[in-house]
């Protein structure tokens, strides 16, 4: 009588553990109950591009007096490149020699980040702070704010398809061909008023040459820089350029050297040659940049 009990009291907990595995293998089964997963966390917003706008940017500068120098941005050419939180940008105007630079931090989706500014050739106001929105191969909006001797400014720019052409050398080099050149004085903006860029010959070994003529016998300006190629996008790096005197060139005299850029060719013709080509360059003190063609 009392070996009974004993063999049938382990079953007990077996059968309460059969129960509760059935009850859990319902609530989660083939109906779908069970908790969601949750959502990915959302994609970093990238700014990289070409970038055009047409009558959608502004600068403003102090003058001393009142009202303050207030320049309008009517044909802006954009170029937007590399790794956060170091994504290089230059934005300039051919109209008002006005051309902003910097380094975007973060994009998430609003941007932050730092920009220089120069106006007529010359840097007004480092430090100045770049804040807005972007619409990855769409659109980009910036607004920069200074604290001195440059106010304030905008930018609305819509996003070029040509940024996703390689940046190859052949597309870029002038070796063989005709050389790149910015086609009216005036055309070349840098603190030397009324130049026009000459004779860029862009080589296989990765350097570059060219000079900036004034309407005159004088100034005339050497230029000497190195370029990268071979890049998934239609960027080329420019680096290591230094300006020698020709003839009157002044900024030769100033600091000179250690200028650094981007370029792109934004046309090409039916054989894949390059026709147009967005370039500027800047050190600490001045900015040269031109739209060239050939």
């Known amino acids: 009588m009392t070996s009974t009990p004993k063999k049938r009291f382990p079953l007990f907990p077996v059968i309460l553990l059969s129960l509760f595995i059935t009850a859990v293998g319902v609530g989660c089964g083939g109906g779908g109950g069970g908790t969601p997963p949750p959502p990915p966390p959302p994609a970093i917003e990238d700014a990289q591009g070409l970038f055009t706008t047409n009558g959608d940017g502004s600068a403003v500068f102090k003058d001393g007096t009142n009202p303050d120098i207030d ?70 909006d910036l607004t920069f704010t200074g604290n001195g001797d440059f106010v304030t400014g905008t930018i609305k720019g819509l996003f070029s398809a040509v940024y996703n052409n ?84 002044t900024i030769a005299n100033s600091p000179a050297k250690d200028y650094t850029g981007m370029a792109s060719v934004v046309a090409v013709d039916g054989a894949g040659n390059g026709t147009e080509m967005w370039y500027a360059t800047t050190n600490a003190s001045y900015s040269i940049f031109a739209i060239l063609t050939r």
């Open 71 to 140: 320049k309008a941005l009517t044909d802006i050419k954009g170029m937007v490149y590399g790794d956060l939180p170091n994504q290089k940008f230059i934005f300039f105007d051919i109209g008002t020699n006005v051309l902003y630079k910097g380094n975007i931090t973060a994009v998430t989706p609003n941007i932050t980040g730092t920009a220089t500014v120069y106006n007529d050739g010359v840097v007004v106001e480092n430090n100045v702070v770049v804040s807005g929105a972007v619409v990855p191969e769409s659109s980009i």
């Open 166 to 249: 390689a940046a190859t050398s052949e597309r870029i080099r002038s070796f063989g061909a005709t050389p790149w050149r910015s086609s009216i004085f005036g055309s070349a903006k840098m603190v030397l008023a009324d130049m026009k860029m000459t004779d860029l010959i862009i080589d296989t070994n990765g350097t570059y040459t060219y000079s900036t003529s004034g309407s005159g016998a004088d100034p005339q300006c050497g230029h000497n820089g190195k370029f990268t190629s071979g890049v998934s996008k239609n960027i080329y790096p420019l680096f290591d350029e230094e300006i020698t005197d020709f003839g009157n060139c």
